[in-house]
């Protein structure tokens, strides 16, 4: 209909100049009109992922807030104080639940009374889900009579919670639910408490207010809280509930397509339109953006100020949910720096620290709006590229991310020099399944490395099978772990003249069905990735009480992975383990490594003040491998020093290890520590060492982990141990075979 102003122009002119102008102006306005229908389309997708990327961040936001208060709050009244006025005026009600049969509600002012709590019984089992795992490593079963001395000191009163949305017949809410330690229960007057798991659980009426501060820090119009998707195509919706709860935030979409399409009244308009369409797009991104900024502090890490893991995921949630609707796909990438570990080493903590930020602030740099950047720890980021279909679209992208960490950073006026390598995996391409995504960018990460580093990687589909059977021995160890697959041997630790048995350390094999003994080397860091190390560690722990419990006078060690130690429940295990076992603390020896300490140090000088409180010893183990600095060991109350076998291994061939051994075993003597040479083999370290003044030894020397009846036949001979045997002084075919069996 636009058309005959320019066929009227076309009348009046004459000239052949002007038909031929007419004709390519309308051709051109016909291509337009065609692209821009395209354009639209594709704006519309990418403004609604946006949006909904950023609805994620404010809501999750809001609960995390949320989450803080009650937790504080739960604080407050633990210690006899009334909830504090934030928590009156934002909460409905407050309940205290008991969780150790179901989940029913309890009669305790000042909480509210239980018959309020039905309307929110369904909703509050769907958010349980996160933290269950937290009440059930750290909070399950009773605490023994004999804990009052302070022992439980190193716990928070109230373990983090979690919060979600939930929709009940009285309309939407926000719940938050937080766990209560058995420090928390400590202070709830009934009888029966310590022998209970409860909760604190808070319910919030979504009221507008709530709504319309999440859409203006999110910048979008008219949002509500719905049960169900609207069939409306004016309307989007991003999923927010807890598994299985359908909770959806919907809004009016910011159409910036149609906008553009709208504003074509004419040629020239429509051209100025076009601009001024995508310019103030742009802007309102900035803008948008800016807000985002304020509200995304809950999901921030701390360290660089860019998204955390838990906002990652979140949103990572809401591109799939958009690619499953039709929208385009989107990449993902798992960066991980090549030479962190030496800068952090060579220059310090601090420097380190700053590198990351350094490194965060340039690949934002690389990144469009609709993109992401995340920090998962560490030195590990995870990028979300939108608008993906093909790895070509990401190639350009991953370039120029290796590009841009090559060039120098400039550290204090240090010059440090990194590089990065990179794994992709593309929605829907490779999956539309979150777990299934990530894990193929990570083999895909594997094989950058792999490849060299400094380079990237995309998943390729013969990978599948690999990932499969990655997965396939997750599950195993998974079931390993449940089903009694794993086994414990001891290895004897020794007096200085190899004679006497001292104590064991208890080292744990996995019998595969399959594939024979493995050894922990291949599947603790598993364990560790998987989330199945808390399970391990206590198995290991009980078992290792329980068989030492036949071996009177001999000290068991146990060794403890750092994820393990700063787990909040992790004092209030051992203890457990030992009321249940009955186990004299006296005689348990955890071997912490310098990682446990590096990370927070002011937690784990509180769980280690705990630990020896209740007598348990503390040793430090691979001594000399890590950061190894004296700080440590003056500040932490550690009883016993393990040089790492390293040392010992290279002795011969470098003086200089012997320096190294020479000196910490002086050190260690004169801080009053029990000093231990582990992976002693030869008769030339056994004699080095005892005339350096070592107190225990530990090698093949004397012997390989062995099975626990073996260590019941050296105590039935008084603990008296067979002649070392040195491998140096044995055949060959007899240091295969004692090295085999170690495995
Ligand atoms: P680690 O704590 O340093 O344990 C000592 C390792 O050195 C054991 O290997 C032991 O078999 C080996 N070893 C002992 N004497 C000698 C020797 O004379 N020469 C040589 N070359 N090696 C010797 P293993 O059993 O394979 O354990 C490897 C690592 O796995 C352990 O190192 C420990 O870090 C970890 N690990 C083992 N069991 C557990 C567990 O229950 N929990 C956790 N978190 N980690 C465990
Ligand atoms: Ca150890
Ligand atoms: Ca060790």
Known sequence: MRLPSFSKRNETGQSQGLVTISLITSLTLVCMVLVLAWGRANHNQEAELFDGNRLVAAASSELLAQSRLLKDSVEEMLDGHAPPETARSTFQNIFLLDLTDGVSAARLPPFAAPEAFEDFKAGAIGVLGPIRGQLTSGLRGAVGSDTGNGAGQGLAKTISGSSNFIMTDRGGFAVSIVPLSEAGR???????????????????????????????????????LVKAPSTDPAASDVPIGADGQDVFLEWR?????????????????????????????????????????????????????????????????????????????????????DRFKSVNDTFGHDVGDKMIIAVAQRLQAKLRATDMVARFGGDEFAILQSGVGSPADCEVLAERLLATLREPFDLDGEEALIGCSIGISICPRDSSDREVLMRCADLALYNAKRAGRNRFAFFESALSDQVEARRSTEEDLRIA???????????????????????????????????????????????????????????????????????????????????????????????????????????????????????????????????????????????????????????????????????????????????????????????????????????????????????????????????????????????????????????????????????
Request: hydrophobic share 45%; glycine share 10%.
């Open 253 to 337: 979409a910011d159409r910036p397509g149609d906008r553009l399409l709208g504003n074509i009244g004419s040629m020239l308009v429509s051209f100025a339109a076009l601009f001024a369409g995508l310019l103030a797009y742009r802007s309102t991104l900035k803008l948008a953006d800016a807000e985002l900024t304020a509200t995304r502090l809950a999901g921030q890490d701390a360290l660089s100020g860019i998204p955390n893991r838990l906002l990652f995921t979140r949103v990572l949630d809401n591109a799939i949910g958009h690619a499953q609707r039709g929208g385009r796909g989107f990449a993902l990438l798992y960066l991980d720096l």
């Open 481 to 743: 772990i449940e089903n009694g697959g794993l086994e414990l041997y001891y290895q004897p630790i020794v007096s200085v003249d190899g004679r006497k048995l001292l104590a064991v350390e208890s080292l744990v094999r996995w019998r595969h069905p399959t594939k024979g003994l493995i050894p922990p080397s291949d599947f603790i860091g598993l364990a560790e990735k998987r989330g199945l190390i808390l399970q391990l560690g206590e198995w290991v722990m009980r078992r290792a009480c329980e068989d030492a419990r036949q071996w009177p006078g001999i000290r068991v060690a146990v060794n403890v992975s750092a994820i393990q130690f700063r787990h909040p429940g992790f004092v209030g295990v051992v203890q457990k383990i030992l009321n249940e076992t009955g186990f004299d603390p006296t005689r348990l020896e955890l071997e912490l490594t310098e990682t446990v300490i590096v990370e927070d140090a002011d937690g784990a000088e509180n769980a280690m003040f705990d630990l020896r409180a209740m007598g348990v010893r503390l040793a430090l183990d691979d001594f000399g491998t890590g950061y190894s600095s004296l700080i440590y060991l003056r500040r932490f109350a550690f009883d016993k020093i393990k040089i790492d076998k390293s040392f010992l291994e290279s002795m011969e061939a470098t003086g200089e290890s012997a320096i190294i051994v020479h000196s910490v075993v002086h050190l260690g003597r004169s801080l009053g520590l029990t000093v231990v040479a582990e992976g002693v083999e030869t008769s030339e370290q056994h004699r080095f060492l005892q005339a350096l003044g070592a107190h225990e030894l530990q090698g093949y020397m004397f012997s390989k982990p062995v099975q626990p009846s073996e260590i019941s036949r050296i105590c039935a001979y008084g603990g008296v141990m067979p002649e070392p045997r040195p491998l140096d002084q044995v055949g060959d075919e007899e240091v295969t075979e004692r090295l085999a069996g170690a495995a």
């Open 186 to 224: 400590l202070g709830l007057p009934m009888t029966d408490a310590r022998n209970r798991m409860y909760a604190v659980f808070a319910v919030r009426p979504i009221a507008d207010t709530f709504l319309t501060r999440i859409a203006r820090n999110s910048g979008v119009a008219t949002l509500s």
